[in-house]
């Protein structure tokens, strides 16, 4: 939705997001047309898509096919963010990484509609969309993340990423920044400005550093690459990606911590930290991040206005009733905002929006996160951890988890078959 | 009062409390969820280094992911994961997966090898890895249309001695040379 869009919205429901939605079936923006698909039985909608939505979809289904899911995705196809470095670093196409919903479809019934959520009715248990809404008795949102925009002075939503790319949703933005990095003169410098944790995928911007450095290693070998830090030190793998950098890319990287930058200039193709003004040939803007703004519009984020509050055990809203949020979106304790924590997520909202629907107790959660990063096209790292509910809140089982010894390319092998895996799992 | 608390409510003695600090016991289903982020849904892999675990024996399942924990076998991530779950729940997790259908993937192999493979296996062992590794005794795992990249860093475990085997196993297994090894993978994967 575009900013003006919103304002619209906004101005329609009197400004107050999480107002219950019933008077916006008359907006010029939401059609009026009715309900896009009558619901006949028990109902799941979901939003979103990606690492957690399709998930929830296809494991509702497969507790109980006697409800029917709904799940609604803009695009027609989705771009793993997990493995899109790669891509930036070349070693994999953007293809590898790309899956469609059919055979959810065809494999388990999940009902997939290409529209682009406008709104929720909570109070009605509708979703809105541009083709009509959706009734719902419980509805799981998967949004993903939106940027704070508005934190970094002279960011412009649509100018700024063309030029300075944030590549932290992946497609279109991962593409501009890889052909960048194709363009840029050997002896160039690449800028990459990590934001305030939390944001998405801890230790992505350090692998994106490994990747850069991989592929000007061998195309452009006199290029550098600094890496301004918002927090303090690496956020994740600091002591594996530091050995990485020193083992394969010695002098070429350099870190920068408590470096935020508040300030962009994408005509200049300048960074601001408030300290220092910075130019790079290739920059990589990595906004601060909060919840999709569907989460924001259907009044699902909490006193901190960017992250989605949810019960530990069902990711059932604490603010909306029969609203379960999932995935980045969602403040899941001990669970990092990764694609396998959505895995995991989702399954487990799955099987208790299951349980709850059938008159049932919660079923007790157990998760799991495994994430690799990947220092050169095959030398990879990870974490990894089993979390439990404990007084109320997800973590960490004690004893169990934590960081690879060292660099492996066994891990590295074990990382291109989790891909395959995760992204199968997601598709069929 | 909904039936969702009134069942809660039953549950805690009339207390009605929130589903998360009841902490209720994760079932066998949610346990072996979270598995298939890595070995695919209800266990069935589609990625060539991680292993299908759904469909195969249950003592063999809880006696990888005993060896995990305890550190007996070799890893990199499944150490760190298995040393997450008490053996109740490893056991209730490996109950389920087995459960599960075999997926086998009959991958394509060299003919020779296979030939040689099948040979190796009839002779050292067909008598735990019954039906040419589609059936199992005991803890003795299902092989047939295993994932060819897994096999391999197996053979590579057991030779390097940094995979523990039964006596009995290692008798047989110390004798094949790492080309025999191969033959033997490739025999397995090629198997549907």
């Not at chain 1, 289904?61 to 027609?76: F, T």
């Not at chain 1, 994999?92 to 388990?108: E, F, P, R, V």
């Not at chain 1, 083709?131 to 700024?160: N, Q, W």
């Not at chain 1, 050169?376 to 089982?397: C, H, L, P, R």
Request: with cysteine.
């Amino acid at each position: 939705m575009t900013d003006i869009k919103r304002r619209d919205f906004f101005k329609l429901m009197g400004g107050a997001a999480g107002l219950a939605l019933a008077g916006c079936s008359g907006a010029p923006m939401v059609s009026s047309s009715g309900e896009l698909m009558p619901k006949t039985g028990r109902r799941v909608v979901v939003i979103g898509g990606g690492y957690g939505g399709t998930i929830a979809a296809k494991y509702v289904r497969m507790s109980d096919p006697s409800i029917e899911v709904v799940l609604v995705e803009k695009s027609k196809q989705f771009v793993s963010c997990p493995f899109s470095n790669l891509v930036i670093g070349g070693s994999y196409q953007l293809g590898d990484i790309t899956i469609g919903y059919d055979k959810l479809a065809s494999n388990h019934g999940v009902k997939v509609v290409h529209q682009e959520v406008t709104g929720v009715d909570a109070g009605a248990k509708k979703v809105v969309t541009a083709g009509g809404t959706l009734s719902y008795d419980r509805l799981i949102v998967s949004p993903g993340i939106g940027f704070r925009f508005e934190e970094l002075e002279g960011y412009d939503a649509k100018a700024t990423p063309a030029a300075m790319p944030h590549a932290w949703k992946a497609g279109e933005q991962t593409m501009i920044l890889r052909k960048q990095l194709e363009a840029m003169k050997d002896g160039g410098t690449a800028i990459i400005a990590v934001p305030t944790t939390p944001y998405r995928c801890p230790p992505g911007p350090y692998e994106r550093a490994s990747q850069m450095a991989w592929y000007f290693k061998q195309a452009k070998p006199k290029s550098k690459i600094i890496i301004l830090d918002a927090n303090p030190d690496i956020t994740s793998k600091g002591g594996l990606f530091k050995k990485g950098w020193e083992k394969h890319y010695k002098g070429m990287i350099e870190f920068r911590g408590n470096n935020k930058v508040v300030k962009v200039d994408h005509k200049k193709m300048t960074v601001d930290t408030g300290v220092e003004e910075i130019k790079g040939d290739v920059v990589n803007v990595i906004p601060p991040q909060r919840a999709a703004d569907i989460a924001i519009k259907a009044g699902l984020v909490g006193e901190d206005k960017k992250w989605c509050p949810v019960d530990a055990t069902t990711f059932e809203s604490t603010i909306a009733k029969g609203i379960h949020v999932i995935g980045d979106a969602c403040i899941a304790g001990a669970m990092p905002k990764s694609g396998y924590s959505a895995n995991s997520e989702a399954k487990v909202c799955a099987l208790n929006v299951v349980a709850l629907m059938n008159g049932k107790a919660p079923i007790g959660l157990s998760g799991i996160n495994t994430c690799y990063s990947f220092l050169t096209d095959k030398e990879a790292v990870s974490v990894a951890a089993v979390y439990k509910v404990d007084g109320g809140k997800i973590v960490s089982v004690k004893g169990a988890g934590g960081v690879s010894p060292d660099l492996s390319t066994l891990e590295g092998q074990y990382a291109r078959s989790w891909i395959k895996n995760i992204l199968v799992e997601m598709s069929t | 009062m909904t039936r969702k608390w009134k069942h809660l409510a039953a549950l805690t003695g009339g207390l009605v409390l929130s589903a998360s600090v009841i902490a209720a016991e994760p079932s066998p289903a949610m346990l072996a969820n979270a598995c298939g982020g890595c070995h695919g849904t209800n266990g069935a892999s589609a990625g060539p280094s991680m292993p299908t675990i759904g469909g195969q024996s249950a003592i063999a399942i809880a006696e990888a992911m005993k060896g995990f924990k305890s550190g007996d076998r070799p890893a990199t991530v499944m150490g760190r994961i298995a040393k997450g779950y008490s053996d109740a729940e490893i056991d209730a997790m490996s109950k389920y997966l087995a459960t599960q259908k075999w997926v086998g993937v009959g991958q394509k192999a060299d003919a020779a090898a296979i030939a040689k493979g099948k040979d190796l296996h009839d002779k050292n062992c067909k008598r735990c890895h019954l039906e040419n590794g589609k059936e199992f005794d005991e803890n003795a795992t299902v092989l047939a249309g295993q994932w060819l990249e897994y096999l391999q860093i197996q053979m590579d475990d057991y030779a390097s001695g940094a995979r523990k085997m039964s006596e009995k196993k290692a008798e047989r297994m110390k004798k094949l040379s790492r080309q025999e090894l191969e033959a033997l993978a490739q025999f397995y994967a090629s198997q549907k």
